[in-house]
């Protein structure tokens, strides 16, 4: 259980588009998501927290305007990377915890498998 | 600020045991995860620590020491397949739950 999906998985896009990454949670529901950024070869950086019905909360230095975050459901948040350029090209991992109690006190984020974005 | 600290990379021998440090400073603490992640794949959950000490499991071990902001990753009878990033996370405190990543630290193991 507790499986995190995410589509596309990579996606290769021209400057100037926006490209929509979905990130899904197959078999709970979490109104807490967030979204990460990771460059090559180095850790994890938190972009902004997806909260269900409301705003997103973003990380200093994360433009909201550039990088919409919509949480419409229990299992599904979007992050769309709006009039991309090839410094926006990463690594997008979202991640997810699991509304109410599974067992676990410590609320653990479990993290879907990534999209690649490459921007020509 | 926040700020977390791991070597960027350690090379160890296969049937070995290594232990990869990791120490921080953070404006709030609710626990300390620890993450495998394969190149090009997500992190996956290894351990959780919130309180002094070394929680065991199987051949991975995590310990803590809050008064010193200090971490270890203990891996033992390594296995090629262990070659992997092992990130170092702090839950900031209240109820955020948001997790702050240390620089991760790159394991070869060899044969």
């Known amino acids: 259980g507790a499986v995190v999906s995410q589509h596309p998985s990579w996606v290769i896009c021209k400057s100037g588009t926006s490209v929509k990454i979905e990130c899904r949670s197959l078999?709970?529901?979490?109104?807490?998501m967030f979204w990460y950024r990771q460059f090559p070869k180095q850790s994890l950086m938190l972009m902004a927290t997806s909260n269900e019905g409301s705003k997103a909360t973003y990380e200093q230095g994360v433009e909201k305007d550039k990088f919409l975050i919509n949480h419409a459901s229990l299992t599904l948040s979007t992050l769309t990377v709006t009039s991309a350029h090839p410094e926006d090209s990463s690594f997008y991992i979202c991640s997810a915890i699991p509304t109410g109690s599974r067992g676990k006190s410590y609320n653990e984020q479990f993290f879907g498998p990534g999209t690649r974005l490459t921007v020509l | 600020g926040q700020n977390i600290d791991q070597p960027t990379e350690m090379t160890a021998t296969e049937g070995a045991i290594v232990q990869i440090n990791c120490t921080y400073q953070?404006?709030?603490?609710?626990?300390l995860f620890w993450y495998q992640q394969h190149a090009g794949e997500a992190p996956t959950f290894l351990s959780y620590?919130?309180?002094?000490g070394l929680e065991e499991k199987g051949r991975f071990s995590s310990f803590l020491s809050r008064s010193k902001g200090y971490s270890y990753l203990l891996l033992k009878e390594l296995q090629m397949k262990d070659s992997a990033s092992y990130l170092c996370?702090?839950?900031?405190?209240?109820?955020?739950?948001?997790?702050?990543f240390g620089t991760g630290t790159l394991l070869a193991v060899q044969p």
């Open positions: 996370a702090v839950r900031e405190g209240g109820a955020t739950n948001k997790l702050i």
């Open positions: 078999d709970f529901q979490a109104t807490t």
């Open positions: 620590n919130v309180l002094d």
């Open positions: 953070t404006s709030g603490f609710n626990g």
